[in-house]
């Protein structure tokens, strides 16, 4: 491929950024999206030891925008943040599902007051998650990360505008139609398990900030309906093996409308989940240890494992997914593979996860994991389908049919404020790849991609004539 030489510094700007992981924001983020002969996936070699993985983005893909996307960190417009989750609440059982609720107190770090007005939608609403990272203890488990239940969402009301240190100095007296700049508001955990104030998520679109009000309430057995719902199974007291952790996350419709209104980009809502480690007390989750702001918690995963590698990656003009990844020698002959995929705030969701193989690859011990709706929520729990195909080169997990242009609409999607887990064991080391993210609706680019290891790789070499040696006689800067 040849690109004119006004293109061609852009163009290698970009394949930098991508390459050594740089960004403009809080964490390394990439935008790479999948269109048929839109985009062509390389890799750059410079000298005998430093490999760059890169993507030379046509240019119809260029004109769309900058592939790179600028999120703002809040310092303008309303953003609110979960400052703190202070406690959780034991709700007790059904028999076999607990549930729990998570308390939580938001900070304002922008400088414009954020919208809190009850009996609309224009509050924010909260979602509460939990977590089980396996600790690794090779060679017979190399450690992941699980989520292992979700509640529905706590619909906010009047704010109390406090003062905390860490958030700032809530000036005057806010009325509670909003949270002040530097201002918190606390909801205790029971209040956030209040069957009357938690509406579905499927009536929410994350990414602009839109849900519907009035909202149904849940329904079932009322000790656990609409509630973080845990199999009981799951809380597993054994903090040599497992560690657990509690998500909270809001989403308001001023927050993720800035910077412009009309949700064409990143926006505040990119800062909005933080999660705090829990321990197993009986049946009680205590919390410990700092609140940590603005990371879902699949962060957490790395945080107790190195070796494990997080990739976020932005949907162009959308919201946010976050990848994580750990490949283990299991000293065999074999190797283990470990993904994790969280959708922060993405409406356009995933409805397929999809990475390549060499064609004489063995592959066995396929896993997936998604978490459960429940209450009444209208989605359909059927598992991801796998698709081992060799001929292609590729290891596929789909919801319902793949082959469908469009899927139902309840059908079974990585929906926003949830992470499915996807595994495997192969023949075949790791090797610098590029996985898929297809997307679940339209209205988007088709799939996005991003940087992870599996058994083959799919890049290929960007400069092949003379690059090391420094002649660059054979190279162009014009089209054909």
Same mark, same amino acid.
């Given at each position: 491929m040849r690109l004119k030489a006004s293109m061609v510094g852009s163009t290698i700007k970009l394949i930098l950024g991508f390459g050594i992981n740089c960004g403009t924001s809080r964490l390394p983020r990439?935008?790479?999206?999948?269109?048929?002969?839109?985009?062509?996936?390389?890799?750059?070699?410079?000298?005998?030891?430093?490999?760059?993985?890169?993507?030379?983005?046509?240019?119809?893909?260029?004109?769309?925008?900058?592939?790179?996307? %600028?999120?703002? =960190?809040g310092l303008s417009g309303p953003d609110v943040v979960v400052f703190e989750l202070p406690s959780t609440y034991n709700w007790g059982t059904d028999g076999t599902v607990r549930a729990y609720s998570v308390g939580t107190t938001s900070c304002n770090r922008g400088d414009t007051p954020l919208a809190w007005i009850s009996n609309t939608n224009q509050h924010p609403v909260i979602a509460q998650n939990l977590y089980r990272v396996t600790l690794p203890d090779p060679p017979t488990e190399h450690g992941k990360i699980e989520m292992l239940g979700m509640s529905w969402l706590k619909n906010g009301f009047v704010s109390i505008n406090l003062t905390d240190p860490g958030c700032g100095t809530c000036p005057g007296n806010?009325?509670?139609?909003?949270?002040?700049?530097?201002?918190?508001?606390?909801?205790?955990?029971?209040?956030?398990?209040?069957? %009357?104030?938690?509406?579905?998520?499927?009536d929410v679109n994350a990414f602009t900030g839109y849900f519907v009000y009035p909202h149904p309430e849940p329904t079932g057995n009322p000790t656990v309906a609409g509630r973080l719902q845990v199999k009981t199974s799951e809380i597993i007291s054994d903090p040599t093996t497992y560690s657990y952790f509690v998500e909270g996350q809001y989403i308001a419709p001023d927050d993720a409308g800035w910077p412009d209104g009309v949700n064409t980009g990143p926006n505040n809502g990119m800062n909005n989940a933080s999660f705090r480690e829990v321990l197993v007390s009986g049946t009680n989750l205590d919390t410990t240890g700092a609140t940590q702001e603005g990371r879902p918690a699949?962060?957490?995963?790395?945080?107790?494992?190195?070796?494990?590698?997080?990739? =976020?990656?932005?949907?162009?003009?959308?919201?946010?997914?976050?990848?994580?990844?750990?490949?283990?020698?299991?000293?065999?002959?074999?190797?283990?593979?470990?993904?994790?995929?969280?959708?922060?705030?993405?409406?356009?969701?995933?409805?397929?996860?999809?990475?390549?193989?060499?064609?004489?690859?063995?592959?066995?011990?396929?896993?997936?994991?998604?978490?459960?709706?429940h209450s009444g929520e209208p989605y359909d729990?059927? %598992?991801?389908?796998? =698709?081992?195909?060799?001929?292609?080169?590729?290891?596929?997990?789909?919801?319902?049919?793949?082959?469908?242009?469009?899927?139902p609409e309840n059908?079974?999607?990585?929906?926003?404020?949830?992470?499915?887990?996807?595994?495997?064991?192969?023949?075949?080391?790791? =090797?610098?790849?590029?996985?898929?993210?297809?997307?679940?609706?339209?209205?988007g680019p088709s799939a996005v991609a991003v940087f992870v290891q599996a058994p083959a790789t799919n890049l290929i070499p960007l400069f092949t004539d003379d690059f090391e040696s420094g002649d660059t006689s054979g190279w162009s800067t014009v089209e054909p």
């Open positions: 990439e935008t790479i999206f999948l269109e048929e002969a839109s985009v062509t996936t390389k890799k750059m070699v410079f000298g005998r030891k430093k490999m760059f993985e890169a993507v030379m983005i046509c240019a119809a893909v260029l004109a769309a925008g900058p592939a790179v996307a %600028d999120v703002p =960190e806010p009325p509670g139609s909003q949270l002040g700049v530097g201002c918190t508001d606390p909801y205790s955990a029971s209040l956030n398990g209040s069957h %009357d104030r938690l509406g579905p998520r499927s699949i962060y957490a995963w790395q945080d107790l494992d190195p070796a494990v590698t997080i990739r =976020e990656v932005l949907v162009p003009n959308e919201g946010l997914f976050v990848t994580g990844y750990k490949i283990g020698d299991n000293g065999d002959g074999t190797w283990h593979y470990e993904y994790a995929v969280f959708n922060l705030n993405s409406d356009l969701s995933g409805r397929s996860f999809t990475v390549p193989i060499r064609s004489d690859s063995v592959i066995t011990n396929v896993g997936f994991r998604d978490v459960d709706y729990p059927t %598992d991801w389908a796998v =698709e081992i195909d060799t001929a292609s080169g590729l290891l596929s997990w789909s919801s319902v049919d793949p082959v469908l242009p469009i899927l059908a079974n999607a990585l929906r926003w404020s949830t992470m499915y887990n996807f595994s495997f064991d192969a023949d075949s080391p790791p =090797e610098d790849a590029l996985a898929s993210i297809g997307m679940f609706k339209t209205g």
